[in-house]
Structures are given as structure tokens and as C-alpha cells.
């Protein structure tokens, strides 16, 4: 496995400042604005933004993440249920813009299943994506809104993202299959 | 084949105390000659490696008719007793209707003409069993009962076990008695101990069998009546009767194959093949009961054979009739848990499933005697089997030995001269 | 992780792993019981039974609810309007059920054993939901999920039972539980209802309250039905509460930080006075809560699928 580091800490912190200004140019500013992010790394995300957000416009929006193992698509052939993190959505989403967030946007299916439980939990204005990184191989018509990378990849290869908060230090990597073992 | 001599087998013959070589001549469905040592001609049928006995004696099984033809019927069973070796048996009286006078008595008596072994009904001691009049034994006597009981069930009230034990006394046969005192075992479904509580099931206590032991005991004692307790499952119940020898009681004691080895920690799997009422108890108590056959204190071995349908036994465990079928295997865990382990001898093994019960029931059995009917049983002990489904002849299939690996098996049954049954 | 078992027959055998999954998980699951929709998808392609053939309004409610709050379907089974009184016998009534394509059945029984008879003979996935006086695994696993809730551990936690524990399921899948997460356990009750030998399964036993209560941290109260006194295990109703009774006056004997139990429904003034059901101290409505979010987790942990591996 080849591993190449597409991106480092600083150049992590460059994207999501670049995408919080994205958002609040898109947006005019942050006003009836919440930030939501899918556990486990989107939620980092999300936070990173938020602060981002209080730097710039001086306004404190209300975080939340969501764990969508219950919405998920593939429930009828797992053998195992995988463990679940809790959700946590402490405000009312009615009406409001949700930004939402994710490290990894590839098949689209992860951010059908959040887009699900928000409806159950109320309905916003609308809801908009901001990812770290889009690598592509859609199998459903989901697009993100705000991105940092886009990267080409092949679907046998992994892109991983590691974040301070969780894995000790920042990261985009993607590991390459060579080919033999 | 009426006439033909057996040679090449070890006779084990415990009227004579007899354990060595010798040849059986046969004429006529009757015993001709016994002859000790090795033969000179080769006979018609030839038994070298393998043990010759007087045809086995079951005098505790439940056969069922009438009433209850779906479980087993007198004939079924016999095939059932033939494959385990059994020339004899002694059928209990709680049919539909119940063997309580002398009609149901020649009802069976009748039936057992068309059986594969000779069968012996025993009638019971009250009339419909239920413990509270005397019922006609004089005229089931007559009519060809050989001992009365009301298995199933225990006497519950002690002054009519008196006189039924008294009356028998009169009669010269033996009360067969089934010890267990309803009120102590409160409904209970296998025996109360730490395992019971472990399952949430219903315990029988112990005592409530050992209290109708020494009741039976000094009923004995005070009346001067015979009794014989039936399948006994305790240790303290060993001890009882243990005592009772010493002091010379004519209390003659039977166990069964499944309280030397099963116990109640095996329950676990509320397998209802494990219900039987007494229960299976504790290890301590198998081990005692082991004891207690190698040193004397049982006379005899019995299977309590108790068919009941699959779909009874496919039921929720406190909804599930007790009882096990035993004729097909009772030999085979007597020679791979006694004898295999050298708790008892072959000779041994013959008195306590021959010898002794042909002779409480006063039955034509138990000898190998010139004039004595034809009745011999031939095993291979040293035959290594799995017991399987196909072996079972009864009409149920309620045990739970289904798989279990034995040593010692019976190859021929003998009745009157005729084989009953072969193993192939 | 996943349970070793396909099917949640009892606590005794389990280990505090398993335990631990379970409860962990019932705590994510519970934050689904207050939001606007109270739904999620993920088990809509289950079927389950609710095979109740002793009455019951609190288990099989929770067992419902839990069951549609993870969308899956539920059907349920009233034994005194169905074939049974018949005489349809329990396996023919689960094989015809089972023909109609059901994935999971959750079965409440008066015979011990019957849920493991059930998994011998038919092919669903089986959940206890009270087997005779052999156990009632998720009542056990909502008191010990309560406990945990309010102390943060079971470890090390003196816990009382105090009751007809030689008829009470609760009682013995409460002590199996427990001990796995390593809580000292004891039982209290006139002699005449503790089972035989019960110290062999690891417990302190008291016919003294005042005994039992020294040092506890938790009782859990069990319920005395009232046919014990006509069955002659007791003398009367009133001689055991004036003997056994958690009162106000008795609550002093426990731990500071007391926490009282009852899995229901209450005898008020039985075995349990009125004053101390309805006190600060109790969390009996917080254990019918904890019971849903309990129950959501054992159906979601038993339901894994049958297909590919990822």
C-alpha cells in the first residue's frame, strides 16, 4: 500500500477557512444558521467551522452532530450491528439553514442517510453540504456545496482523514493499491 | 428351531452361583440339561465370546393397554422387551381403565398371549388407584396379577398402606410401592436443589420420597408384610433400606438404569426425556446408589420403561408427562456403567435383573435349570454400539440416550424355546 | 462487537462485555424516545411476535414500543383469543407463525425453559421475555441500566433484593447481571420463600430487612402476589409487611445516596409503602422508561442480517 499525504495540518486550516468564507458569502452572513456534523469526523469539522464562523462574523451558531448508523442503508445484510454514537441535536432545526458537514464525501449514501434523519427531526429552510474532501464514485445524486479537495481516485483506493481532535494529528492521506501484496 | 443345544459361551447362572463354561441343551421349548464345562461337539447354536443367561426379568415397565394404546401396547412392548434382552416382564396397573379387578386383570392376561415375551400384570392395590378402598387383590390374584402396586403414584395415606400391605401378606405376594408423598413434592418437576433454583423449575424434595421409604420400612417391621420399593433414587433412601437389611425387614429394594447415570445438573437443557418422577438427583445420590448395588442393598434392577407420544413429550417441561422408555437400554447402562466400571459383575448383574425378580414375583423365571422353561438370554459384552432411533421397537421414542455409546449388548432372546429376537 | 447469542434467553452466562454493549447502546437509543419523530428506520425489514401467554401490560407495551420505534412490524398474540384455547399446542401455534414469515419472537411463558424449548424446535430469534420463576433478562438488564444511570458503575454497589425471590425471575436474572458487573448482591425473605440453597449463586441472605438493608446502596422491592398466603407460604399478607415492608422508617439502615427500585406493578402497603413508591428516592418510572430504550437495543443488537460481510 502506497500512502501519499495529499494535505497537512496547515493545509487543512486553509480549506476550512476558505470554506467558511464560501458559506458566508453564499449565505450573506450567518443569520438563522446551524451547523450540524456526522460523527465522528464530521462533527470535528463542524466544530472547527463554528469557530471559524464566531472568528469572522462574531456570532456563536449552535452545533450538533448526528450518528446515522440507524439510517443507514445497509442494515439488512450486515451480521453485525455496528456500535452507535449518539446523536445530539439540542435545538430546533425548523427554518433554519443547516450547513452540514462530512470529512469524506464518495458514494453519497452516508449523507442520504443524514439528510433522512434531519427531516425526522424538523424541516429547515435547507440544508447544505460542506466537505473536506470529495473523491468522487457517486452511486446517488448527492453533490456538496462547499469543498475543499476534490480528488481523483480509483474506487480500490482509500482516502483517509485524520483529525487533531480524534487521531492526534491532521491529515488527508490517500493510500494506493499497488497492484500485488 | 424347538430343539438345539448352545455351546461355546460363558453360562452365568446365579441360582447356582454359577460363572464358567458349559452348554444348554433345549427340547421342546423347556431347558433339557445343563451341562458345566467345555463341550465336546459344537451345537447348533454357538455362543463362543458370549455370556448365556436365564432369560432377563423386567418387573417395572408400563405397557399401557389398555387405554393409552397410542403410547404402547402390550404387544409393542414386548417387542421392545425382546431387543433388551427380556424374557419377562411385570406390567404396572395404571392403565384406562385400571388394572383393579380380575376383568382388566384377564384382559391383559388374554393380550399377553399374542406378546413375543411372557407378561405379568400387577394389579393395583386400590381401587382405581386412588388410594382410598382396598381393591379386589384376591380375586386379581386369581385372576393371574402377580404383585400389586399403585405405581404411579405413592399410597398418600398411611393407614391404607397398612392394609394393603397386610393384606398382601395374606395373599403371599409382595405391595410394590412407589414412595413419594404428593404434598411434600408439591408438583414439583425434578429434584429440589441448587439446581432447581438455578432454573426456576419445581422441586420434588428428597424427602418427600425417603419419608415414604421409612414409612414402608416400619409399616414392614410393625405388620410383619413384605414390601418392595420401587425404583429408588436417593441416597438417603439407601441408606434406609441399608438399615433396614441389617435389621433382617423382608424389604426387598429396585433402582433403575437412569439413577446411576443421569443427574439433575443435566436438566439444564429442560430436556423433557429428563423428567421422571422420583427425578434424577444429585451426583452424591448416584454415586450412593452405585454403592448400594455393589454392596447388596438392591435386589433387583428395573427400567420403569414409561412410554409417553412425541407430542406429548414436545411440550413446555411443566406441561410434559414424566417418564423415560428403558427396555431397549437397560442392559446396555447396566454393562457400560456397572459392569465396565467394575461396580458389579456379570453374575451379579443376572441376580439383580433375573434371578431376584423372577423370584419376588414367583414367576417360572431366573434359572438356567433342567425343566424350567426355555427363557435365555445370550449378550455380547464386549460389543461396542450407538444406541440410535431405528434401535427403538416401542412405539415411543421418549429417552434421552438417543447417541449414547455403549459396551455390551444383547445378540439373541430366547422364549420358550423360540428367538424373539436377533441382532443381526 | 456483537452478542454471542442470536437470541437473549437469560443473564446467567452473560458476560459484562455483552452486559456493557447493551446497555451502552440503550443509552444512544433512548435519545430517539424524546425526539419530534420518535422513529428510525433501521428495523423495518423485522418482523417480531410478542408471544404473551401470561398476561402482562407493562412488558408487553415496552416491548411494542420498542419494537415500532425502530419501525419494525409487530404483532402480537392474546393467548385467551387465540387458538390455544383450542388447544393448539405452543409449537404448533409458533410453526404456523412462523410460516407467515417472522423474523424474532419475544415470548412471555409461565413454564421455565420455554424460550430455549423454542429455540430448539423452531428458526426465529427468541427474546424472553419472562420464563416461569427462571428469568426476565430485560428486566435484569433496565435495573442494572437505572443503577448505572444514577451511580455510574455497578461495580462495587451493594444491591438488595428484598421479596418472593423463589418465585421471582426478576430476582435471578437481577443477581446474574449484577455479579457479572461485579455489585454484592443480597436477598431477603421469610424462609418459606427463598429457593434451596440459594447462597449457591453468590448471594448474601437475610430474613432480616433490617439486616439486608445495613449498607445497600439499592433495593430493588419485588412483588408478593397474594395467592403466596392460600398456597400456605405465608401466614398472612399483613404478617409479611409487618416484617418486610420498605417503609420510611426502614430506609434508614441504607447507604446515603439510596436508590429504590420495583419492577411492578405494586401491592402499595405491601410490600412497599406508598410514601417511599412515590418518594424522591425512587426511580420506578425512570426503570419504565430505561425499559423502552433497554428493549430497543436488545432488538437491535439480535437483528444483524444474514448476507454478505462487508
Given amino acids: 500500500m502506497a500512502e501519499t ?14 470554506i467558511t468564507h464560501e458559506i458566508l458569502e453564499h449565505n450573506s452572513g450567518a443569520k438563522d444558521m446551524v451547523i450540524v456534523g456526522i460523527r ?17 462574523e462574531k456570532t456563536e451558531l449552535p452545533v450538533g452532530a448526528v450518528d446515522i448508523t440507524m439510517y443507514r442503508d445497509d442494515v439488512t445484510i450486515r451480521l453485525e450491528q455496528p456500535i452507535i454514537q449518539k446523536t445530539n441535536l439540542p435545538f430546533s432545526i425548523d427554518d433554519k439553514i443547516v450547513i452540514l458537514v462530512d470529512d469524506v464525501l464518495y458514494t453519497g449514501r452516508t449523507v442520504r442517510a443524514a439528510l433522512n434523519e434531519l427531516m425526522d427531526y424538523g424541516r429547515s429552510r435547507c440544508i447544505q453540504l460542506a466537505v473536506l474532501v470529495d473523491r468522487g464514485h457517486r452511486e446517488l445524486p448527492i453533490r456538496a456545496d462547499y469543498v475543499a479537495i476534490q480528488l481523483q481516485t480509483f474506487r480500490g483506493e482509500n482516502v483517509i482523514v485524520k483529525l487533531k481532535e480524534y487521531d492526534k494529528e491532521d491529515a488527508v492521506i490517500l493510500q494506493q493499491n499497488n497492484g500485488g501484496e | 428351531m424347538n430343539d438345539f443345544t448352545i455351546t461355546g459361551g460363558t453360562i452365568v447362572n446365579p441360582v447356582d452361583n454359577y460363572y464358567g463354561p458349559g452348554t444348554i441343551v433345549v427340547k421342546k421349548g423347556k431347558i433339557a440339561e445343563v451341562r458345566k464345562g467345555k463341550a465336546g461337539k459344537r451345537g447348533n447354536v454357538d455362543a463362543s465370546g458370549l455370556l448365556v443367561c436365564p432369560g432377563l426379568v423386567d418387573m417395572h415397565v408400563h405397557l399401557r393397554e389398555p387405554g393409552f394404546e397410542y403410547k404402547e401396547t402390550i404387544y409393542s412392548g414386548s417387542l421392545a422387551a425382546a431387543a433388551g434382552g427380556f424374557t419377562s416382564v411385570a406390567c404396572m396397573p395404571n392403565t384406562d381403565p385400571p388394572l383393579d379387578n380380575q376383568e382388566a386383570v384377564r384382559f391383559v392376561v388374554q393380550k399377553a398371549k399374542e406378546a413375543v415375551v411372557h407378561v405379568y400384570p400387577i394389579g393395583a392395590l386400590t381401587k382405581a388407584r386412588k388410594g382410598k378402598e382396598l381393591a ?3 380375586d386379581m390374584l386369581q385372576a393371574g396379577a402377580v404383585a400389586f402396586s399403585d405405581d404411579g403414584n405413592g399410597v398418600q395415606n398411611s393407614v391404607i398402606m397398612r392394609r394393603a400391605m397386610e393384606y398382601c401378606k395374606m395373599l403371599g405376594v409382595t405391595a410394590i410401592s412407589h414412595c413419594e408423598f404428593d404434598d411434600l413434592a408439591d408438583s414439583g418437576v425434578m429434584n429440589e436443589g441448587a439446581v432447581s433454583s438455578r432454573l426456576g423449575l419445581g422441586g420434588r424434595p428428597r424427602i418427600a420420597e425417603e419419608l415414604m421409604i421409612a414409612r414402608e420400612i416400619m409399616l414392614a417391621e410393625y405388620t410383619g408384610s413384605p414390601v418392595h420399593i420401587a ?23 429396585e433402582t433403575c438404569p437412569h439413577y446411576f447415570s443421569l443427574n439433575d445438573e443435566m436438566l439444564e437443557s429442560y430436556d423433557t426425556n429428563l423428567k421422571v418422577h422420583p427425578p434424577l438427583r444429585t451426583k452424591k445420590d448416584v454415586n450412593a446408589v452405585k454403592k448400594g448395588i455393589a454392596s447388596g442393598v438392591f435386589d433387583v434392577i428395573a427400567s420403569d420403561h414409561a412410554p409417553h407420544a412425541y407430542e406429548e413429550k414436545a411440550l413446555e417441561f411443566d406441561y410434559s408427562p414424566p417418564g423415560m422408555i428403558g427396555l431397549e437400554t437397560s442392559l446396555a447402562l447396566v454393562s457400560t456403567e456397572l459392569i465396565n466400571n467394575k461396580v458389579i459383575d456379570w453374575l451379579e448383574a443376572v441376580r439383580l435383573m433375573s434371578t431376584t425378580p423372577a423370584y419376588i414375583l414367583n414367576i417360572p423365571a431366573g434359572k438356567l435349570k433342567a425343566g424350567e422353561i426355555a427363557d435365555i438370554t445370550i449378550i455380547d459384552p464386549k460389543h461396542e454400539w450407538t444406541f440410535t432411533e431405528d434401535d427403538i421397537k416401542s412405539l415411543s421414542k421418549n429417552t434421552p440416550f438417543v447417541g449414547k455409546k455403549f459396551i455390551g449388548r444383547v445378540v439373541r432372546t430366547i422364549v420358550s424355546g423360540k428367538t424373539v429376537f436377533e441382532l443381526k | 462487537m456483537k452478542l454471542r447469542s442470536q437470541h437473549l434467553l437469560g443473564l446467567e452466562g452473560v458476560s459484562a462485555d455483552e452486559i456493557n454493549l447493551i446497555l451502552d447502546t440503550a443509552v444512544t437509543l433512548k435519545e430517539i424516545l424524546s425526539r419530534p419523530i420518535k422513529k428510525v428506520p433501521t428495523l423495518r425489514h423485522i418482523t417480531v411476535l410478542n408471544l404473551f401467554y401470561e398476561p402482562s401490560t407493562r412488558t408487553k407495551i415496552s416491548f411494542e414500543l420498542a419494537e415500532k420505534r425502530l419501525s419494525a412490524d409487530s404483532i402480537g398474540f392474546a393467548k385467551a383469543s387465540s387458538s390455544v384455547v383450542k388447544g393448539e399446542t405452543l409449537l404448533d401455534t409458533v410453526w404456523n407463525i412462523e410460516a407467515m414469515k417472522i423474523d424474532m419472537v419475544v415470548i412471555r411463558h ?30 435484569g438488564l433496565l435495573d442494572i441500566f437505572t443503577i448505572r444511570e444514577k451511580y455510574g458503575k455497578i461495580e462495587g454497589l451493594r444491591v438488595a433484593i428484598v421479596g418472593d425471590i423463589k418465585h421471582s425471575r426478576v430476582a435471578r436474572s437481577n443477581i446474574w447481571g449484577l455479579k457479572a458487573l461485579g455489585a454484592s448482591v443480597a436477598v431477603c425473605a421469610p424462609t418459606t420463600l427463598l429457593p434451596y ?4 449463586m453468590g448471594v448474601d441472605v437475610y430474613t432480616r430487612i433490617e439486616e439486608a438493608l445495613e449498607g ?5 422491592v419485588l412483588r408478593l402476589q397474594k395467592e403466596r398466603q392460600s398456597a400456605g407460604l405465608l401466614p398472612t399478607l399483613r404478617e409479611y409487611s409487618n416484617r418486610f415492608c420498605i417503609t420510611t422508617e426502614r430506609l434508614k439502615y441504607l447507604n446515603k445516596n439510596f436508590t429504590i427500585m420495583h419492577p411492578g406493578p405494586m401491592n402499595r402497603g405491601v410490600e412497599i409503602s406508598s410514601e ?4 424522591p428516592f425512587s426511580v420506578i418510572l425512570s426503570q419504565v422508561t430505561n425499559g423502552v430504550a433497554v428493549r430497543m437495543a436488545v432488538l437491535y443488537l439480535l437483528s444483524g442480517g444474514v448476507g454478505k460481510i462487508e
Avoid at chain 1, 495540518?9 to 480549506?15: E, L, M, Y
Avoid at chain 1, 465522528?40 to 469572522?56: C, F, M, N, P
Avoid at chain 2, 438399615?243 to 424389604?251: E, F, G, P, S, Y
Avoid at chain 3, 440453597?197 to 449457591?200: A, F, G, L, P
Fill in chain 3, 276 to 279: 417511599v413508591a412515590d418518594g
Fill in chain 3, 197 to 200: 440453597e440459594v447462597e449457591k
Fill in chain 3, 216 to 220: 445497600a446502596d439499592v433495593v430493588n
Fill in chain 2, 136 to 138: 379386589e387383590m384376591g
Fill in chain 1, 40 to 56: 465522528t469526523r464530521g462533527a470535528y469539522i463542524a466544530e472547527r467551522l463554528a469557530k471559524a464562523i464566531k472568528r469572522i
Fill in chain 1, 5 to 18: 499525504k495529499i494535505m497537512d495540518t496547515k493545509g487543512i486550516a486553509r480549506s476550512i477557512n476558505r
Fill in chain 3, 110 to 139: 409461565s413454564v421455565s425453559g420455554t424460550p430455549l424449548f423454542l429455540t430448539k424446535n423452531c428458526s426465529s430469534k427468541i427474546i424472553n421475555a419472562g420464563d416461569g420463576c427462571h428469568e426476565h433478562p430485560t428486566q
Fill in chain 2, 231 to 253: 425404583h429408588v433414587s436417593s441416597a438417603g433412601g439407601v441408606e434406609l433400606i441399608k438399615q433396614a437389611k441389617k435389621k433382617k425387614l423382608r424389604v426387598t429394594a
